[in-house]
């Protein structure tokens, strides 16, 4: 039986919480993976995706053309904490994963999936700028490769996917997700 993308998403919460709370304010102006993202842009990203992606669940607009600086309002560790699980109670309201949503009409387990795809990836980012560990939950990395697979040439079309990075026969299925979202599973700061 397929999980809850609800199930899942807090799975992926529970994972990403201790990254963001290890985040220092010294750390704020680190590298990330995504070249384009330090940080405090990453986080203020994955704030705005969290928050679009509860509305998106409820079937209302979302705005991904602002960029608001959560990291200046207040405690953004604990705003990460409340966000979360608003959009894991967003996506367990009855008929969140039914029907279509968003402006172009995808099935909303695929929008589901989407978040759970970047609540997934985005906490490695962190964490490799950070020098901390990271390690997704099985169950999240099982569901999600398949479904960033289906999405990887739109997501390169619209270029929030890099193009592929090769990893060896003998990678994880994390690895080989990070790869295909066009991150080099061995980032280090300073290093790629």
Known sequence: MTQKISELLEAAAARALPV???IDDAQLANRTPCAEYDVRALLNHLLLVVVNFQALAAREEADFGREPDFVADGDWRARFEEETARLVA???????????????????????LMVLGDLTVHPWD???????????????????????????????????????????????????????????????????
């Open 90 to 112: 967003a996506w367990d309201a009855p008929g969140a994963e039914e029907g279509t949503t968003g402006q172009l009409g995808m099935p909303a387990r695929t929008v589901g």
């Open 126 to 192: 962190l964490a490799r700028a950070i020098g901390a560990d990271f390690v997704p939950a099985p169950e999240v990395v099982e569901e999600v490769g398949p479904g960033l697979v289906a999405l990887a040439p739109q997501g390169r079309e619209m270029k929030v996917f890099g193009e592929p990075v090769p990893v060896g026969a003998d990678a994880t299925a994390f690895d080989r997700l990070l790869g295909l979202t066009g991150r080099d599973p061995g980032w280090r700061p300073g290093v790629g």
């Open 20 to 22: 963001v709370r290890g």
